[in-house]
């Protein structure tokens, strides 16, 4: 058996053997949360107490394949309830669409935009699952999960694989692509965010940028006036992502396009970021300075060196949007975190 992805990309219920052959690169973070523990100690049960964070966690538990929910804080909250139910439904299929056998677990997961953010007592070093961390050593005890944006994420992107059905249907040869790099986003989603402040005045006027600030002008019920559908980046030769208020949720959407995205030097750490390669013969990406001061000279090569570009697309297209990012890695993912869970933690009671 081999991984196909016209076949089997969702397929939700691939054996561990089938997982381990289609997607061998992808437990880098979970081997490094296993050695991390293994080092300072297992898991306890006294750590499965979410009292330490204000709002945007859940504990839960998986047993006998049923998912129960422990206990929750602050997820009452529109978008941490929407975040809390993707997740929760996302585990829910990877138990669901597999016969065989799964550990029993408890566990807690944060669905804020920094697992640190809003705690009691300056609490930083506590385990949970997360959306993202950052590369020190007191994120440790983090865990990395899938985004809740692989199950659904209302408003931007919406059901994943319904997008992932328009980005096929709005896809365009890579020869007839709109060759400018393209952003729409806040400037400011939770505070500044100095990485798309640099974007927004480096891009500025420039010809091959059409890069904007989101605007609701007088009629905000109405919604933004310039928004680009997700699915529509994927008509542009260059799209660019930017970390927000942490990381940024919009970057496993763009590399589902055949296209060259541009990505700035990244802090917040997601599950795939590992795959992403800035040079070199499997290079699927184009990478910058923070500030995007090398952005104007790395568009004007790429557009003078259109077969380099072209190659850096089916790259991309051969690591995320047909194989690490498909529906089928995302289950898989699940279930192996499962286990790797178990081995450094308790058997709940």
């Known amino acids: 058996w081999s991984f196909q992805a016209h076949r089997d990309a969702k397929n939700y219920g691939l054996s561990p053997e089938q997982c ?3 997607f061998p690169k992808l437990w880098h973070e979970l081997d490094r949360a296993v050695a991390h523990r293994k080092k300072t100690g297992n898991i306890t049960p006294a750590e499965m107490d979410i009292g330490w964070k204000v709002d945007g966690i859940v504990r839960a538990m998986i047993y006998d394949r049923q998912l129960y929910i422990l206990g929750t804080r602050g997820c009452r909250r529109r978008d941490y309830r929407e975040r809390m139910l993707s997740v929760l439904q996302a585990i829910q299929r990877a138990i669901t669409a597999y016969a065989g056998d799964l550990p029993n677990i408890e566990f807690s997961f944060t669905v804020d935009d920094g697992a640190y953010f809003a705690v009691y007592d300056n609490t930083t070093q ?21 985004d809740f944006g ?12 319904a997008l992932l059905r328009a980005i096929e249907a709005d896809e365009v040869p890579f020869s007839q692509k709109d060759r400018r790099a393209v952003w729409r986003g806040a400037k400011s989603p939770a505070g500044p965010v100095p990485v798309r402040a640099d974007l927004l005045k480096v891009s500025k006027g420039k010809e091959w940028a059409d890069i904007e600030e989101i605007r609701w002008d007088d009629a905000p019920d109405k919604g933004p006036t310039n928004l680009i559908p997700m699915s529509k980046h994927c008509k542009y030769t260059f799209p660019v992502h930017t970390e927000g208020h942490t990381y ?11 296209s060259v995205s ?4 990244l802090h917040w750490v997601e599950n795939f970021h590992h795959l992403l390669i800035p040079s070199g013969p499997e290079q699927n990406f184009i ?17 003078e060196h259109m077969e380099e570009a072209e190659k850096v697309a089916d790259n991309s297209i051969k690591t995320f949007r047909d194989r690490y990012l498909t529906p089928a890695a995302q289950a898989c993912y699940w279930r192996k975190m499962f286990w790797a ?6 058997e709940p009671e």
């Open 287 to 303: 990478q910058v300075e923070r500030d995007f001061s090398d952005l104007h000279w790395k568009i004007s090569y790429y557009l």
């Open 248 to 258: 940024s949720g919009r970057l496993k959407y763009l590399l589902n396009c055949h």
């Open 126 to 146: 506590a385990t949970t699952w997360a959306l993202t961390r950052e590369p020190t050593e007191d994120n440790d005890n983090l865990w990395l999960m899938p």
């Open 341 to 346: 869970w178990r081995e450094v933690s308790f």
């Open 262 to 265: 541009i990505i700035h030097k």
């Open 20 to 22: 381990d052959a289609a």
């Open 150 to 161: 692989f199950y659904s994420w209302e408003g931007p992107a919406g059901e994943y694989t």
